[in-house]
């Protein structure tokens, strides 16, 4: 019993908690940006007069789509965005095993297309599909960086790539229209899935620019956690959100089905009918 209580305490010494704190609060920020654009437009090609004439549904409608278009949720899920993939980063910097993560990131990656593309054929807008999102970035950035480190560790190299990829990045992003992929050739949609010259499905994440932050995450974990262990020493306090920071790939993929299920269930309980 006694081995067993030493084995955990080593483990909850050996995890960075601050780290999970952030995380989740990435996370719940995450969990918010797409419930506002489930009420915005989701549940209106799932239900049919929606809002209808319900006055407070039609508030919260409204609300949510000066939300999703308002300078408040560009700032906030920039913010967002650029600390969970620094975070990924710096947990790459932490961990020897990028290569079997960044596999099981792919996996979720795959679920998450796999999801939305069923969702978009039941609503009729496949352009809903997640292509190349975040999970899809982080994977294949976390897979490169598993090889990378295999060949050297020195923080430098991999802040050097993360300032090219970013540069070049922002470069091609700037202003990159929408496109779709049976009017594209097969150039175009890998330019734009990587380089970020055009936008391809929903959620979409060019590699260059998003890829390059958890790059610069792994100079930051580098620089900053050189012994592995938190800059902080205030004892550690489970709570909801390090929960949910610490289990951000399976909040990722269940949340977005969660949300829409809820929601479905409320508007079913208050009256509307499935279109």
Known sequence: MEKVETINNKQKRSRIFKLDLIRGICMLLVIFDHLMYDIAYMMSDIFLDYPGTNKIMGSIVDFCRWYWHSNIRFHVRNVAVFLFL???GICCSLTKNNLKRGAKLFIG?????LVTFIAGLVTNDLEITITFGILH????????????EKTTQNKWIYWGIAIVMIITGLYFYKDAPYAYYESSTIWEVVSGLFLGT???GSDCMPFLLYGGQIFAGVFIGKVLYTKKESLFKKEYKNNIVTFIGRHSLMTYLIHQGTVIVLLALILLICGYKVG
């Open 86 to 88: 620094c975070l990924i």
């Open 109 to 113: 990656a795959m679920i998450i297309s």
């Open 137 to 148: 970035c982080a994977s294949l950035t976390l897979i490169i960086i598993g090889l990378l």
């Open 198 to 200: 055009k936008n391809y």
